[in-house]
């Protein structure tokens, strides 16, 4: 559905395209609070721009700063497994000679 596709566009999408610009390029720790902040933006743009309620009918219960708590704790917590998970695969590729290492740090 459409809805499912805006959801896709402002939550994962965004996380995997700064996740693939500045994993490699830049420190891990600048890849996860770029990537944190891309998603907690994505997904504020969902529930108060595009009126998509994250937590379902369960989101009238709560006040707004305990969605904004959860919201950027939970893409805290993605971003941090995400980068951590590609990172290791990247890793695990270059390895493998299956990639090329183009780190621009070294």
């Known amino acids: 559905s459409s809805q499912e ?3 896709f566009v402002f ?3 965004l996380l995997g395209l700064f996740i693939g610009s500045f994993i490699k390029r830049k420190s891990i720790i600048f890849s996860i609070i770029i ?3 891309s998603l ?3 997904l504020l743009s969902l529930t108060n721009i595009l009126g998509i309620k994250v937590f379902g009918d ?5 006040k707004n700063e305990i969605i904004y708590i959860v919201l950027l704790s939970f893409s805290f917590i ?3 497994l995400s ?3 590609i990172n290791r695969l990247i890793d695990y590729l270059i390895k493998i000679k299956l990639i090329k290492n183009y780190n ?3």
Request: with cysteine; glycine share 12%.
């Open 5 to 7: 596709g805006l959801i």
């Open 104 to 106: 621009t740090n070294s």
């Open 58 to 62: 369960f989101s009238d219960k709560i």
């Open 11 to 13: 939550s994962t999408g």
């Open 78 to 80: 993605y971003s941090l």
């Open 83 to 85: 980068n951590l998970l």
């Open 35 to 37: 990537s944190c902040l």
């Open 40 to 42: 907690f933006i994505g």
